[in-house]
């Protein structure tokens, strides 16, 4: 989960380590967030986790993120510190 604008928004990804890739779970407000209830095992979950399955499956298909060149990577981390 990551909190954004003080709190303010929520963010939770979901990642998959093993293939480099992370599946965004939500994004909304912390009241809609607070809001949520979908259990393990409840309907509601069962529906969150067929549609994030969906939505991993599509994106996979036509919007593929490759693995970063590392070099490049970290050129490019380097480089956002100012460390160029």
Request: aromatic share 14%.
């Given at each position: 989960?990551?909190n954004i604008a003080g709190n303010k928004y929520?963010?939770?990804?979901?990642?998959?380590?093993?293939?480099?890739?992370?599946?965004?779970?939500?994004?909304?407000?912390?009241?809609?967030?607070?809001?949520?209830?979908?259990?393990?095992?409840?309907?509601?979950?069962?529906?969150?986790?067929?549609?994030?399955?969906?939505?991993?499956?599509?994106?996979?298909?036509?919007?593929?993120?490759?693995?970063?060149?590392?070099?490049?990577?970290?050129?490019?981390?380097?480089?956002?510190?100012?460390?160029?």
């Amino acid at each position: 989960m990551f909190n954004i604008a003080g709190n303010k928004y929520r963010l939770i990804v979901k990642f998959n380590y093993p293939y480099r890739v992370g599946y965004v779970r939500f994004v909304g407000t912390q009241k809609q967030y607070d809001e949520i209830d979908a259990e393990h095992g409840s309907r509601e979950g069962d529906e969150l986790d067929v549609l994030a399955t969906l939505v991993a499956a599509y994106e996979q298909k036509y919007f593929p993120i490759e693995s970063p060149d590392p070099i490049e990577f970290i050129k490019n981390a380097m480089e956002l510190k100012g460390l160029d």
